[in-house]
Structures are given as structure tokens and as C-alpha cells.
């Protein structure tokens, strides 16, 4: 298979392992997030309760992150990695069996929805620059791309099947299942020994502040922070929200409410198949543009929609624009970073970007107990629109080349 093929990447025993790992690990994780959500709809009515499972999924890598990526470039990458793991298992049994006792509450869900993302804030940066220890420069792009795949393909199967389960048994179940998944990485991390070089260690915050200082001050690594976040907050809305929505708005249950993350996670396949060659052909200004005109449209139709199957093609159509804009963003930041400091680089990207989704998704869902759903879809709409223009024209995506660190 030719370098630079979209599948290309499965050329490398240690890739194709982890990412089949962590396609099962990926799988329990959206397993589990549709339980968590779903069950939160059942103990309160507060839309802003239910949003804050989504933020406390993400507020941690805000919280965390640059730390995380401080540890990623101070010490061996595969073991934070299973270090981080090792917990989302444990946390993720506890939860499955504090449910199963019915002593779930709707702050304690959220004790335990946060302690995973601590986990994932902690995995994160380490998981990312990782993948340069995983395959070649030049199918680096291919890889990245492909590992988007897998999250979605996780994102297609897995909220229709935890649907399923919590219809037919209970959320327990899920949250049970999703511990059981984190088994698979941990056994390919624990057989995986890449050759790098040993991290040169340096204080915390000394480390932290050489990151800091690299993304403030490199131009494009800038823009791209920046579109990072704005991106985040606009696209928020949609998965903070979507619950009540199919709850409350729909009429819909358990199984819909999975159908509507599938067809998302659908569109995503479908957009990631295509992204790295739209991205080389039209450049990715106006890839990460097609991707907030996608979101932009997929607010509208559901803000309107009256049932599950109206509703649908709105949750394809913004699961191609999530793709879009989130795949291309995460490449621009990953060729920019110098690899003695990639995984601070990719913190800080996180942090940005996933914070302002945690921050998003409380701003959505407490606006949407004053606007309502439609009324607030509708303003998420326009964010995404008016910083279209605005970024487009202050601060514009790199451009080919531009700030590309060397392999």
C-alpha cells in the first residue's frame, strides 16, 4: 500500500492493534455516555443538569490538560497511558455498581462522569503524540484521520446498542460493559514497547510555560487555538442538548435517542473517508469553513423538526460538519508542534478546544431554560455563522506550509 493512502497506516502491527483497541474502548465509552446522559433525563428536568454531563466529560481536559501534556513530554507515553486507563476502569466499575444498587443521584452521576474525563484529560495528550511513535511521517495525516474513524465508527454502533441495552435491562449494564472495554487497550499497551527516545525531564511548570510560550507566540499555532475554541463552543449545543431534545421535544426514547448519535456517527465515517483529500485539494480554510455551514444547517432542521425521523437528517448533516472541522483543526495543530514538546502542544489544543465545549455546553443548556430548544439552536446557529465571517477574515487558518515543523 502506497505511503500517504488513506490506509496506509494499517501497514504497522502496532497501529493496526492499538486502533482496533481502542475501537473497543471507544465503543464503551459512547456505551456508557448514552447511559449517563439518558439516565440524567430520568432524575432531573433541568436542562442544564443534563447539559453538564457532556462538560463534565470535558470541563477536566480544561482543568488538566496542559498538566497532562507536561506529564506526556516528561515521562514514558505508554505507561501515562495505561496509568490512565487503568483508572477509567476502576471509576467505570464503581459506577456500574453504585447504579446497580440504585444509589445514583443526579450530582454523584456527575462525580463519576467527571472523575472519567480526569482519565481522559490525563490519556489524551499522550494518546495523541503517540501516534508519531506508531507510524511513518509521512502517513501521520492518514493516521490521524483513520483514529477519527474509529471514534466514530464507536459513535455509529455504540449509542443505538446502549440504547438497546438500557431499554431492555438497564444503565448499569452499560456502565458495566464500558469497564470491561477498557481491558482490550490496556493488554495491546501492556505488549506494545516502540522505540523513542527517553524524555529529557524538566520542572512542571517550567515545562508548561515552554508550551505556553511556543503557542502564544508561533502565528499559525495561534489561529488554529483560536478556531479551536470558537469552534467547541458553537458545536456544543448539539450534544449537550440532544437528550432533552429527543426526550422532551420528540417524544422519542431510549433507542432514538441512540439512532439520532448514530446517524451522526454515520456522517462522521462518511466525512473522514473524504476530509484528508478535500483538505488537500481546496486547503483548509474551506474545509473547516463546509464544516460550520454543515453544523449551521443541522441546528436549523432540528430546531424545527417534530419527530425522530424529521429530526434525523439534521444529526447526519452535523455529524459531517463535526468531522470536517474537528479533523482538519486537530492535523493543523499536530504538524506545527516541535515533537520535544508535541504533547504540551496537543494539551494545550485540547484544553482550548474541549474546554470551550464544556463551556458551551452549560451556556447552551442554561440559555435553553430561558430561549427553550429551538430559540437556543437558533442562537448556536448564529454564533457558528457570525465567527464564519470573523475568522475567516482575523484569523484566517495557516495556509499550506505555513509553520509546518520538520519531521
Known sequence: MAPGAVLAPFRYPAFRAIWTANL???????IQS????????ELTRSHALIALVQASVTLPILLFGVFAGAIADNFDRRRIMLAAQGGMLVVSALLAL??????????SLLGFTLLVGIGTALNGPA????????????DLAQAITLNSIAFNLARSVGPALGGVLISIW???????????????????LLRWHPQVERPSRTPMLSAIAVGLKFCATNGPVRRVLLRGACAGFGLAGY??????????????GEIDYGLMLGAFGV??????????QLRRRFGSETVVGLGSVAFIVGYAVIARAGSVPAAMPAAFVA??????????LNVAMQVRAPNEILGRCLSIYQAVTFGSMALGAWTWGTLSDTLGIPGTLYAAAGFLAAMLVVLRLFAPMPRVGEGVQPG
Open 239 to 252: 450534544s449537550a442538548l440532544l437528550p432533552v431534545i429527543v426526550r422532551q421535544r420528540l417524544q422519542g
Open 267 to 276: 456522517a462522521s465515517i462518511t466525512a473522514a473517508l473524504f476530509v484528508s
Open 127 to 138: 494518546w495523541q503524540a503517540s501516534v508519531r511513535a506508531q507510524v511513518g511521517r509521512q
Open 170 to 188: 438497564s444503565v448499569s449494564l452499560a456502565f458495566a460493559l464500558n469497564a470491561l472495554s477498557y481491558v482490550f487497550l490496556i493488554v495491546v
Open 24 to 30: 473497543a474502548s471507544n465503543l464503551g465509552s459512547m
Open 98 to 107: 453504585v447504579s446497580y444498587r440504585g444509589g445514583l443521584a443526579p450530582w
Open 34 to 41: 448514552v447511559a449517563a446522559a439518558w439516565l440524567m433525563t
Open 319 to 328: 455529524g459531517l460538519g463535526w468531522v470536517l472541522t474537528l479533523t482538519t
